[in-house]
T-cell receptor, first 115, second 115 residues
Framework: KAGVTQTPRYLIKTRGQQVTLSCSPI?????VSWYQQTPGQGLQFLFE???????NKGNFPGRFSGRQFSNSRSEMNVSTLELGDSALYLC??????????????FGEGSWLTVV | AQSVTQLDSQVPVFEEAPVELRCNYS??????LFWYVQYPNQGLQLLLK??????LVKGINGFEAEFNKSQTSFHLRKPSVHISDTAEYFCAVSDRETSGSRLTFGEGTQLTVNP
């Protein structure tokens, strides 16, 4: 059974550009969450999608957005990139969420460097 | 809102020694508790989780954790560590009251096992 797949794994962007990251959850999983990991701020929750609807949202500016498709695949977009957006972006999936007792599985992440 | 404090940022130990990684949490509602491990350049892997029932939880790779509600702690233990346990460990909580998969993480503890 394939795990959570994130693409691209590594990318370099210039300040002011935008970036789109992709996540394919484990087959059958309907919940997809995104996290930002940086040395200074640690792991921070960005947002969660369930059945194509945003179910939870963290405290990030509107430059960070996401969406989920009918096949549960998800994308996150960051517009007008800033140097501080350099981070490891992790995608996680679960069947329906923690409250249902489901395990949350993480992908290996997308490393974004903004120069 | 919840918060998680991992009391040690770095824990060096010798191979075959016991180890305890400490985690305290704060929350106004009941929570689920998790420990994840992150190996270099990889995503997060679930070690164990506490949802309900017995306060002693056994996980993978010989790790266990004990939930102490009165002390709001969820410390991770292993009786004998191996070199391969060298990694960063994250404690996390999730709100029981709301649906979804939002995790709040601690800042992480770097466990280094020396020969």
């Amino acid at each position: 059974k394939a795990g959570v797949t994130q693409t691209p794994r590594y990318l370099i962007k210039t300040r002011g550009q935008q970036v789109t990251l992709s996540c394919s959850p484990i087959s059958g999983h309907r919940s997809v969450s995104w996290y930002q990991q940086t040395p200074g701020q640690g792991l921070q929750f960005l947002f969660e999608y369930f059945s194509e609807t945003q179910r939870n949202k963290g405290n990030f500016p509107g430059r960070f957005s996401g969406r989920q498709f009918s096949n549960s695949r998800s994308e996150m977009n960051v517009s007008t990139l800033e140097l501080g957006d350099s981070a490891l972006y992790l995608c996680a999936s679960s069947l329906a969420g923690v409250r249902s007792g489901n395990t949350i599985y993480f992908g290996e992440g997308s490393w974004l460097t903004v120069v | 809102a919840q918060s998680v404090t991992q009391l040690d940022s770095q824990v060096p130990v010798f191979e075959e020694a016991p180890v305890e990684l400490r985690c305290n949490y704060s929350s106004s509602v009941s929570v689920y508790l998790f420990w994840y491990v992150q190996y270099p350049n990889q995503g997060l892997q679930l070690l164990l989780k506490y949802l309900s029932g017995s306060t002693l939880v056994k996980g993978i790779n010989g790790f266990e954790a004990e939930f102490n509600k009165s002390q709001t702690s969820f410390h991770l233990r292993k009786p004998s560590v191996h070199i391969s346990d060298t990694a960063e460990y994250f404690c996390a909580v999730s709100d029981r009251e709301t649906s979804g998969s939002r995790l709040t993480f601690g800042e992480g503890t770097q466990l280094t096992v020396n020969p």
